[in-house]
């Protein structure tokens, strides 16, 4: 509950802050990245609900708010729009053909442990061939992620993780990028969270506060 009225708050002070965008000015383009999807239903949840669906309607409920509170400053694409399985090359070929500012996908976390909790973020491993200017924004759109989870949701934070992903390894020199873990399915406290409009509206939230303020501090 605590987290629901902090969300309704954090909701309000937005539509009095974020100015109307003149028609003229360039939108900043983010790709979300929902996983899964179709037979592939990635992290089922303690509570019977499943990845593919949370994710989807995290990535969903990011276009509408966008919409109805950042009076559409953000031009929003999605890798998929419905319950469709998605190659993983698909997915990131449509990031290379659209080149835009940034790419987050949008996952759920699971793990034997039950008490396991909390946000990660993974972005992808340095090496030899690192564009590090753009490892250096996707690093610090990962610290923006955490700490916005942490601040305005009070979600425990994991941390910021590196892996190879292919969804970050195909898109490593196109544009920032990481892979958000929107808390552990298999711990009851979060997935009850995730399974809550209210939930799903906060997670929508925070990504678009995060990305609000990257571009507003870009110019």
């Known amino acids: 509950m605590k987290r629901f009225w902090i969300v309704c708050l954090w909701m309000g ?14 939108r900043p383009m983010v790709v979300l990245d929902p996983g899964h999807g179709g037979v592939d239903t990635g992290a089922i949840g303690v509570n019977g609900i499943k990845e593919k669906d949370i994710v989807l309607e995290v990535a969903k409920e990011a276009i509408q708010l966008n919409k109805e509170l950042f009076r559409n400053t953000l031009n929003i694409y999605l890798t998929r729009y419905k319950d469709t399985l998605i190659s993983l090359s698909d997915r990131t070929s449509l ?6 500012d940034v790419f987050i996908s949008i996952h759920c976390n699971q793990a034997k442990r039950k008490t396991a909790q909390g946000i990660e973020v993974y972005v992808q491993q340095p090496n030899s061939n690192t564009d590090f200017d753009l490892q250096s924004k996707s690093e610090n759109l990962s ?10 949701l009070g979600f425990k934070i994991g941390g910021m993780k590196y892996a190879n992903f292919q969804v970050l390894r195909d898109t490593q020199y196109v544009c920032p990028g990481v892979l958000l873990e929107v808390g552990f399915l298999s711990n009851w406290e979060e997935a009850e ?4 409009k209210e939930g799903v509206v906060g997670f929508a939230m925070a990504v678009l506060q995060v990305l609000y303020q990257n571009f507003k501090l870009q110019g």
């Open 13 to 26: 002070f937005a539509l009095f802050c974020i100015p109307i965008q003149s028609q003229e000015t360039k």
């Open 95 to 100: 990031v290379k053909a659209l080149q835009p």
């Open 143 to 152: 610290d923006a992620i955490l700490s916005e989870f942490d601040m305005a």
């Open 193 to 196: 969270h995730s399974r809550k």
